[in-house]
């Protein structure tokens, strides 16, 4: 029986029966697990069974959430992280050798960015960023020591929707794994394997947690092309404790009723917002004006919650209307169930320089709005008397 995404949010990769017929799994804080004998030891060791050893590797939260994340992507497996960094990370240094190219779009999260230029790249990891859409650019840069290609979909803080079909396309006829990072749409709004992406990668900080709680990521993928940076996993211990999976397994329950409401203010909001006199331009992917709105409404199922939009003033003013909102409280980070809102120039853009501020679009009164789920007219009507203080 095919299930809807809903049902798989709330009983996907979870026993029938859980621990004394309980309805939630219980917490497991064991760091390690035991052995009745060393014939149990030797089957682990043989693959005749699987269990769980030492929570290193694994615990039975954390092979829940896995389970859970990897029914919601459509993919046969899916390691859980620390961080949506250490999941990225993670994929770089499992799969990339030094001499391999790796290829990136850009416009992208700038710790993503910086991850690649100051430590992939003394490693002998050859990074290139192509800029964010530019296929035949793409194209042209593969070689024969190109292993990756690594997108974020849709874009941050921008963003952009690329064309992910054309995307896996190239890739494929040319022997090129892809990594898309979904964090900004989730697997409500889009599931990247459908169209042949191989690798996914997510904050789970951020819209599958939803709660503002926990630092977590997700890496989703065939069980064959995990199996190294499981192993990597299991090395570094980059793993997610089993509290944070607690909560992430709750979390992700109320993922879709949670997006949802997040698309559903997101495009209320946007649209009031691309209105108003003071506001300049906003980047919405449900807006028509949006650059790549055809490719989101091709790819995406709702446009999310984040909302990034450039006011008509200096970055004074910028940051009297960012400090005129009381709902949104600022702070980076987006997702969760408080909306955040930030002036990206006083917050991750503050030391870049002025030319690189230019080219990755950071205008000074450019405003990162992360929507939560409160009442869409109390953010509105929020959002409009902080307006009228620039
Ligand atoms: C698109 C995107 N990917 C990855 C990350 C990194 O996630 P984390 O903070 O969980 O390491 C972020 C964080 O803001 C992000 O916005």
Redesign the pocket.
């Known amino acids: 029986m095919s299930l809807d995404l809903q049902t798989i949010a709330v009983h996907g990769g979870e026993a029938a029966v859980k621990s004394e017929f309980g309805i939630v799994d219980p917490i497991h804080c064991s760091s390690t697990f035991t052995f009745p004998n060393s014939a149990a030891v030797i089957a682990l060791n043989e693959g005749a069974i699987e269990r769980h050893e030492y929570a290193r590797y694994s615990s039975p939260n954390s092979h829940t959430v896995e389970l859970k994340l990897a029914a919601l992507e459509g993919t046969e497996d899916a390691l859980l992280t620390t ?6 990370t993670l994929l770089f240094w499992g799969l990339l050798r030094p001499g391999d190219q790796l290829l990136f779009f850009d416009r ?2 700038h ?2 960015r910086q991850f690649c230029y100051d430590y992939l790249a003394a490693y002998g990891i050859r990074c290139r960023a192509i800029p964010t859409g530019d296929f035949e650019a793409l194209a042209d840069a593969i070689d024969d020591k190109t292993r990756l290609i690594f997108t ?1 979909l849709p ?2 803080p921008h963003l952009t929707v690329i064309d992910l079909e054309r995307l896996t396309s190239i890739a494929r006829s040319r022997g090129v794994k892809t990594c898309i ?1 979904t ?2 749409a989730s697997p409500i709004n889009l599931q990247p394997v459908q169209w042949g992406a191989d690798f996914i ?6 819209y599958l947690g939803g709660h503002n709680d926990l ?3 997700a890496l989703c993928g065939t069980r064959e092309d995990l199996a190294p940076i499981r192993q990597l996993q299991g090395i570094i211990g980059a793993i997610a404790a089993p509290h944070t999976a607690y909560l992430l397994q709750r979390g992700l329950k109320t993922l879709p009723l949670r997006i949802a409401q997040q698309n559903r203010s997101g495009l209320a909001i946007a649209q009031f917002l691309a209105q108003h006199p003071k506001v300049k331009k906003v980047y919405y992917p449900g807006l028509e004006t949006h650059d790549t709105y055809a490719e989101a409404r091709r790819y995406l199922r709702g446009g999310g919650g984040l909302i990034s939009f450039e006011l008509r003033t200096d970055r004074e003013g910028c940051s009297r209307f960012i400090d005129g909102v009381s709902i949104p409280k600022i702070g ?3 997702g969760g169930v408080e909306s955040l809102i930030e002036q990206p120039l006083l917050m991750s853009f503050y030391k870049a320089s002025p030319a690189d501020r230019q080219r990755w679009g950071i205008d000074d009164a450019l405003v990162r709005l992360a929507l939560g789920i409160e009442d869409t007219e109390d953010l509105r009507l929020d959002i409009e008397q902080a307006l009228s203080l620039i």
Do not use: F, I, Q
Not at 83 to 88: I, Q
């Open positions: 961080t949506g960094m250490s999941a990225l992208c999260y710790r993503t974020e874009t941050n990072d964090t900004l990668v997510h904050s789970a900080t951020k630092l977590a990521g980076p980070s987006l």
